[in-house]
């Protein structure tokens, strides 16, 4: 990256709290929040399993002139993620005069599903006229960066990825490459995801994407454990406020370096390893520089395993001393939404110093050498890297130092 680009703003909606200070006190307990999930159970899919945000009230975290109503989920947490973050940031209006063009962008995998399936129900049972048109302009993943812009107090330029699993992360730092490159002094990006509905969840549980019923659904989703299934689906929302390196706001963490790319077809997640390595010549260090690994690790019978044998032959021995975590024991897996909220949380384990636990790792897979453990730990990490990958096979490495 050509201009330093930091972290000065969060806001994160998750399963484990509402807002920073709750989600990452939620996010050290170290307990679960998934649960079965009723409302699916009375449309016929029996013991679904998942991490909800639960009492959320987006009208508590919105502008009251935010007609809500005209809006899906995703946008919801995404709306209420990006305000918190501009709050948190503390920008005056003078200061906002003096930006122009500012990037809006979000990262999600799914359009708003359960939208799209309401109206073709409704056409079907009542014929063309019972359309909702409003569903034409809220399914989009772009809506929601449009949502977000309409209350940036300058000129916005929008945009949205839908890069599956990476798009949060993806569109942090493509946010990230425009200050870089000096196309811009401030940027407003994150990831929103809201998947807990009929849709897409029938086809998630068939595809074998969602773990199947468990005696107690608390113990379904355990990153690199040895008795792990396939992880559990979450949703959420999590946006960052980026801005160049010579803003005089603090910063949470600096973005040092990205990288992204496909697997190479050999088996799931074998491109994890050069992306890898592309992001840290990026950044310009080296693996013993790095002192924290944000896995991926969502929990998945083959996925933990392909991540930690390529952080294997990335960092050699080093990855006896080198801690890692995966945070999806916790906050399941809200799709591209994740992505962005990993990356917020090595931010402020870079900032705080604490690492979250690896909720219900019980028994470590001995396949695995990643140094793990199911406790927070206070290690006081500079440096780390944040993995996260995605259906299609595409992966991405985020390089982050502390400010």
Known sequence: MKTGVKITGIGIVGSC?????????????????????????????????????ENFDAS??????????????????????????????GITAKEWSEFDKVP??????????????????RVHEGGVKAAMPFTTFSYSPIAISETIARFVPTRTRISAVQNACCSGSDAICAGAEMIASGGAKIAICGGAEAPLFLHPMAELTAARLTAPEYD??????RPFDAFRDLGVIGEGAGYVILESIDSPRPAYANIQGYATGKDLGNSPGDGYAWVMENALANARLRPENVEYISTWGPGHFILDISESDAISSVFGKLIHSIPAGSIKGCIGHPLGAASAMQLISTAVSIKT???????????????????????????????????????????????????
């Not at 199911?374 to 490495?397: D, F």
Request: hydrophobic share 35%.
């Open 216 to 221: 107690d659904p608390t113990d379904s989703g």
């Open 104 to 121: 809006v962008i979000t990262g999600t995998a799914l359009m708003d599903l359960d939208h799209v399936s309401k109206t073709i129900t």
């Open 353 to 403: 110093g604490l690492i979250p636990p690896t909720t219900n790792m019980g028994f470590q897979d001995p396949d695995s050498k990643l140094l793990l453990s199911n406790k927070p730990r206070l290690l006081r990490p500079k440096t780390a890297i944040m993995n996260c990958h995605g259906i299609g096979n595409n992966n991405s490495t985020v390089v982050l130092t502390s400010g």
């Open 17 to 53: 709290g509402i807002g920073l200070e709750a989600f990452w006190a939620g996010l050290t307990s170290g307990k679960s929040t998934a649960k079965y999930l009723p409302h699916l159970e009375e449309l016929g899919l029996e013991k679904a399993i998942g991490c909800p945000v």
């Open 60 to 89: 508590k975290y919105v502008r009251p002139e935010v007609k809500l109503n005209r809006f899906p989920r995703h946008t919801h947490l995404g709306l209420a993620a990006a305000e918190m973050a501009l709050k948190d940031v």
